[in-house]
């Protein structure tokens, strides 16, 4: 499973509140994702990186941002959460060259009241 | 851009039953293909992959051909099982997009006894 955590694993929060997931790797991969899955809409790129401090908007990245200050860490902050952030949240690291492989965290089950 | 176009679901099949769930891409370079499975409650694993035309990706009685000329990876697999049961997802990465996955929606596959 290439040694990723994520936590929380379920939180429940506030509308307006924000909010930090993290996720910790333990093998040293340059890449690292945060997804979003939500019905009828399969996985969706939020944020990524590239290394430390080099990061890049997916396709749904309004209303979320990211850090990675050490190789094994990357978080997603939700500035200000919305009901529309109900989600579940998946970070990712991505191995090898053109023959990758990624490998998905245990996923964050969030929900915004 | 890039997309994944994969057939609706759920899919609802009985004990050794064939089982082909169709996905075709659109891609503006070369991808690489994947197919993920997600069991209940879990994170994506990579079930298969390819990475070139007429490469053939093979795991646990699952094949899929990448078909450069029908833009296609269709999943297949001759006897289903019940263990089988989960979420599919087929995804893309292209070359120099630093390892992005493009997903499609999933589709749900139930196998009953």
């Known amino acids: 499973d290439a040694g990723i955590t994520q936590s929380p694993r379920h939180k429940v929060t506030e509308t307006g509140t924000p909010v930090t997931l993290r996720c910790h790797q333990t093998?040293?991969?340059?890449?690292m994702y945060w997804y979003r899955q939500d019905p009828g809409h399969g996985l969706r790129l939020i944020h990524y990186?590239?290394?430390?401090?080099?990061?890049d908007k997916g396709e749904v990245s309004d209303g979320y941002s990211v850090s990675r200050s050490k190789t094994e860490d990357f978080l997603l902050t939700l500035e200000s959460a919305t009901s529309s952030q109900t989600s579940v949240y998946f970070c990712a690291i991505s191995v090898g060259g053109q023959n990758t492989e990624a490998f998905f965290g245990q996923g964050t089950r969030l929900t915004v009241v | 851009g890039n997309s994944v176009t994969q057939m609706e679901g759920p899919v609802t099949l009985s004990e050794e039953a064939f089982l082909t769930i169709n996905c075709t891409y659109t891609?503006?370079?070369?991808?690489?293909l994947f197919w993920y499975v997600q069991y209940p409650g879990e994170g994506l694993q990579l079930l298969l992959k390819?990475?070139?035309?007429?490469d053939k990706g093979s795991n646990k009685g699952f094949e899929a051909t990448y078909r450069k000329e029908t833009t296609s990876f269709h999943l297949e697999k001759g006897s289903v099982q019940v263990s089988d049961s989960a979420v599919y997802f087929c995804?893309?990465?292209?070359?120099?997009?630093?390892?992005?996955?493009?997903f499609g929606k999933g589709t749900l596959l139930t196998v009953n006894p």
């Open positions: 093998e040293n991969h340059r890449y």
């Open positions: 891609a503006t370079g070369y991808p690489s």
């Open positions: 995804a893309l990465i292209i070359g120099g997009s630093n390892y992005k996955l493009t």
């Open positions: 390819a990475t070139k035309a007429d």
């Open positions: 990186s590239y290394g430390v401090k080099d990061t």
